[in-house]
């Protein structure tokens, strides 16, 4: 059963990886680039169990933390060009 | 079993990434693509059961870095500039010499987990057999980064946070209003450059033009 989940991950990957390539617009990577995070931690987390190692389970989740951090901050600096500002429209 | 396949789609992925950020000429894209080799890097890492080595890449390589290569996106130009095609002969046979030295040098080490292996032979028994009950630490390797060699891992974590620190002030991440240019002050220079070169990446979505990524 986690044989045919991690399958399912590392096609859904490939997909991931095939869309980040080739793009076209910026938010298709920042898409790509976010649900590869996720693939991320599921297949992480698929192998804590294949392999029998469940404190890669804590991995897993600060991975998740990390991805959702990175991606804010992303789509934030790409709306605003910097961090440090809030609120809406643009200067 | 699907551990091997789970290993070679991953490096396979990183290999695929690699040449797709060489490829490529749009930086924004090529900053999102280095973030998802860093966190498939820490993906490998963990499979490899290097777990704090692989959290240090993830939070490093695909957290900072990325953001501090954004933030230089913003002072600089958002497209890499076209360089004079052809093949220059030098340089390739330079780097493929060296590739090929390297992959000489590695058939004289010893195989990934091999017990017989000299770095195995010297202080590993007494940390594999000692420190589940010394430090208390599933992870050997935790155990081994965070407590035997606790002083080597704060001073790394020391050299990080300055050089942080300094890249930090060197990028000026601070609040930065758009000045109307009738003072002149000493950063308002600087104030106005990113003013300038925010716009020159924010406009890409706004016009709606459809930019061609990874054009050679």
Known sequence: MFTAAAVAILITMVLAVTRAILGPTVYDRIVAVNMFGTKTVLIIAV????????????????????????????????????????????? | MIGPVIDILLLSFMIVIALAVVRMRDLFGVAMLVSLF???????????DAADVAFTEAAVG???????????????ARR???????????????????????????????????????????????????????????????????SYRGYDTLGETAVI?????????????????????????????LGETTVVSTAAVADEPVQGRPEKGGDG
């Open chain 2, 62 to 76: 695909a957290g900072i870095s990325t953001i501090l290569m954004l933030a230089t996106l913003t002072r600089t």
């Open chain 2, 80 to 146: 890499e500039r076209r360089r004079a095609s052809g093949v220059s002969i030098l340089p390739l046979t330079v780097v493929c010499i060296t590739g090929a030295l390297l992959v000489f040098g590695t058939s004289d080490l010893p195989r990934l987990g091999d017990p017989d292996a000299p770095i195995h032979k010297h202080v590993a028994d007494r940390y594999l057999q000692r420190s589940g009950e010394e430090i208390g630490i599933p992870n050997v390797v935790t155990s081994i980064l965070a």
């Open chain 2, 38 to 48: 860093s966190l498939l890097c820490a993906g490998v890492f963990t499979v490899m």
């Open chain 1, 47 to 91: 192998v804590a169990f294949l392999k029998g190692r469940y404190d890669l389970l804590d991995i897993a989740l600060a991975y998740a933390l990390i991805n959702f951090i990175g991606i804010v901050a992303v789509l934030k600096f790409f709306e605003y060009g910097e961090f440090s500002r809030g609120g809406r429209g643009r200067p």
């Open chain 2, 161 to 189: 946070f300055t050089a942080g620190i300094a890249v930090i002030a060197l990028l000026g991440l601070r609040r930065r209003r758009p000045r109307p240019a009738r003072r002149r002050e000493g950063n308002d220079a």
